[in-house]
């Protein structure tokens, strides 16, 4: 009987401990990937396809971004449903961390807005460098305007500039004024498709293969400047978010080698984005 009943013992044992190895998976199978909530900007004029696969390549660490605009992204953020958002709107991202749901806020890099017109240009601003004059005579042309309507950062830009103007763009607008709730680059083909006006990023502007009869026709305002920052989302507040390989890309991001790889990105000789990681006040 005592060997039967340490046969059936053993056998238990051997089961159960079978069983823990099937429902605890191997260290090795860790996924190491993070999701990065980021702006269409930094996807579309084709940054993340150069600097990402140097950090995966530095880290093991994949990255999956989910480009949308500023306002979206947040709110992903919000939601725990990304580890690390990084985005170009300072009062924004502020908010963010004020609420909780970020850990910190680390400037990246800078580059500019730009408003892209029809060569024919029937609002005749071309040349200018004051965005606010430019904007009231595409207003008094009721030249058509694209705007993202997509509370990104770039839509969140366009609508301080209208108010700077002294345009209050929600009552003035009419037909000429067309809100999409899309991208950069949608906006930027809506714009072509429709001999509009739009405020873009030079970045995306620069990489974007549909240009038509579209270009550059106001520049150089110092309003026009477009800062991008990275947070971590709060692991306090959303316990699934992966704290140490988000930190890890942050940390790359602002360190030498990121800022470089940063810098290092051009299309036809020209630089897209220029890192300030170490400006405080960015």
Do not use: C
Not at 124 to 139: E, R
Not at 187 to 209: C, E, H, P
Not at 254 to 274: C, T
């Amino acid at each position: 009987m005592n060997t039967r009943r340490t046969f059936i013992a053993a056998a238990l044992g051997s089961l159960a401990l079978g069983a823990l190895l099937l429902a605890t998976p191997p260290a090795i199978a860790q996924d190491k990937s993070i999701v990065v909530a980021s702006t269409t900007s930094t996807q579309d004029s084709g940054l993340f396809g150069h600097i990402l696969p140097i950090f995966t390549k530095k880290t093991g660490i994949a990255v999956k971004v989910v480009a949308q605009g500023t306002g979206q992204a947040l709110d992903t953020g919000r939601r725990g449903d990304a580890d690390v958002v990084f985005v170009h709107a300072k009062a924004q991202e502020e908010k963010f961390l004020a609420e909780g749901h970020g850990v910190k806020r680390f400037p990246v890099m800078y580059n500019d807005f730009v408003i892209i017109g029809p060569k024919a240009d029937p609002a005749k601003i071309k040349g200018g460098k004051d965005v606010g004059a430019a904007l009231k005579k595409i207003k008094d042309a009721k030249a058509t305007f694209i705007s993202r309507g997509d509370r990104s950062g770039t839509h969140s830009a366009e609508l301080k500039l209208w108010k700077a103007a002294g345009i209050d763009i929600e009552k003035d607008k009419g037909d000429w004024y067309k809100s999409i709730g899309q991208g950069m680059g949608a906006a930027l083909n809506t714009a072509q498709g429709s001999n509009g006006y739009v405020m873009s990023d030079r970045a995306t502007w620069i990489n974007f293969k549909n240009k038509g009869d579209l270009e550059i026709v106001v520049e150089g305002d110092s309003r026009l400047f477009n800062q991008y920052g990275v947070m971590l989302v709060n692991p306090q507040k959303h316990p699934n978010v992966k704290k140490a390989e988000g930190q890890a890309f942050i940390d790359w991001l602002v360190s030498a080698e990121g800022q470089k790889a940063i810098a290092d990105y051009k299309i036809n000789g020209q630089q897209l984005f220029f890192p300030n990681a170490n400006d405080g006040n960015a």
